[in-house]
């Protein structure tokens, strides 16, 4: 029903930065939420960060200052810039978003397929 296609991930320098892009499309009614969790290699999914319908945004504490969340309504395309990169934030970075594709329906959850961020010391 909804797909969402992310890009921008790939390996670089502590200290440097990069722009993840997450795009949807398919039957979408409207959007009630849009953002990023990351999984690293033996932890469980954690989220980074969030933006609403409102461009209410939140962030985990460790991405603070760091990374900004932002969207392009008219290209349903949700972005993470992440700066100061860290080696601890090497993981695959997931989108997601949580979507209305029919008023007959509540909103359902969906998820990129997932792009490798790699921080070398």
């Known amino acids: 029903q909804v797909q969402l296609v992310e890009s921008g991930g790939g390996l670089v320098q502590a200290g440097g930065s990069l722009r993840l892009s997450c795009a949807a499309s398919?039957?979408?009614?409207?959007?009630?939420?849009m953002g990023w969790y990351r999984q690293a290699p033996g932890k469980q999914r954690e989220l980074v960060a969030v933006i609403t319908s409102d461009d209410s945004t939140n962030y985990a504490d460790s991405v603070k200052g760091r990374f900004t969340i932002s969207r392009d309504n008219a290209k349903i395309t949700v972005y993470l810039q992440m700066n100061s990169l860290k080696p601890e934030d090497t993981a695959v970075y997931y989108c997601?978003?949580?979507?209305?594709?029919?008023?007959?329906?509540?909103?359902?959850?969906?998820w990129g397929q997932g792009t490798q961020v790699t921080v070398s010391s």
């Open positions: 997601n978003a949580l979507v209305i594709v029919a008023l007959t329906t509540g909103p359902l959850n969906f």
């Open positions: 398919g039957s979408i009614f409207s959007i009630i939420s």
